[in-house]
């Protein structure tokens, strides 16, 4: 338990730097939305002058009410405004939304975990944790989900799941960015699926990396075992994973893998 806990507040501390990133994208489109606004309400107070101007003297001719406010709409360029003001507030929006559902990720993924297991949807642990990890596969990987809709919940340590995700995304990632050094800067593929399985739910995380060679295969839950370089990983994520899975849920971890095309695990957990 200690040494899940070791790697869950390292992991966090790799995320960060990520979350950051991910947060700062969307906070700087605002930042630069709210000044845009700013000058804009600028722009619109000789509008406001002229409306005052109207309500305040009533032998205000129409004629020269319309002469200058035709000359404020050009000098203001009014149909501009009417155009990109709305798209400032959109974008506004969007992106309070995006760093607000990257916060909540991101606290939903760093919770202390109870001891205790609690019946939870796996789809809404794998969508938090493929949210907060963004950073870790975007520049290599596209990643898709294809979550069964109306998947039955399963007696979960949440936090601990969780971490297993990320270790299955974060070596997806890794294989990825090995094979595009030795072939293509194409991107990969990261599939993760659930669905279920009878008495289990199942769950495939699949990628497009280098794959595994047969002759190491059955050693990849070994503790310590890595085929990384040195700095790049302890080889204690999958050992931690199989724990996980097997020892504190009750279920099942394999692997299936071809070299050069990819690599599947499957997780099946049995239903709550």
């Known amino acids: 338990s200690q040494l899940v806990q070791s ?6 501390g790799q995320l960060a730097a990520g979350i950051a990133h991910e947060i700062n994208s ?13 000058e804009t309400f600028k722009d619109m107070k000789p509008v ?17 009410i319309r002469e200058r406010l035709t000359e404020i709409v050009e000098d203001i360029d009014l149909s501009y405004l009417l155009e990109e003001v709305p798209q400032a507030f959109k974008q506004t929006l969007d992106g309070l939304e995006r760093v607000s559902s ?30 907060v990890s963004k950073n870790e596969w975007k520049y290599v990987a596209d990643l898709s989900l294809e979550l069964e809709e109306h998947i039955p919940a399963v007696n979960l340590l949440v936090d601990e799941f969780n971490q297993v995700i990320l270790n299955m995304i974060v070596n997806a990632a890794h294989a990825i960015a ?34 595994i060679p047969g002759e190491i295969i059955n ?37 299936q893998s071809t070299p050069g095309e990819g690599t599947m695990f499957t997780i099946r957990l049995p239903k709550g």
């Open 7 to 12: 790697q869950k507040l390292e992991s966090i």
């Open 26 to 38: 969307p906070t700087q489109f605002v930042t630069d939305n709210v000044y845009f606004l700013n």
């Open 48 to 64: 406001f002058d002229l409306l005052f101007d109207i309500i305040g003297n009533r032998e205000s001719r129409m004629e020269d």
């Open 102 to 131: 990257i916060v909540k990720a991101m606290k939903r993924f760093s919770h202390p975990g109870t001891k205790e297991k609690q019946l939870y949807n796996v789809n809404e642990a794998i969508r938090t944790t493929a949210m």
């Open 178 to 211: 090995e094979k595009q050094d030795e072939n293509t800067t194409e991107k990969g593929k990261i599939t993760i699926s659930t669905k279920d399985d009878g008495r289990h739910v199942r769950i495939d995380v699949r990628d497009t990396g280098k794959g």
């Open 219 to 255: 050693r990849v839950f070994d503790p310590f075992f890595t085929t990384k370089e040195i700095g790049k990983g302890t080889g204690q994520g999958l050992a931690i994973s199989h724990d996980i899975i097997v020892n504190k849920h009750q279920g099942f971890i394999e692997v």
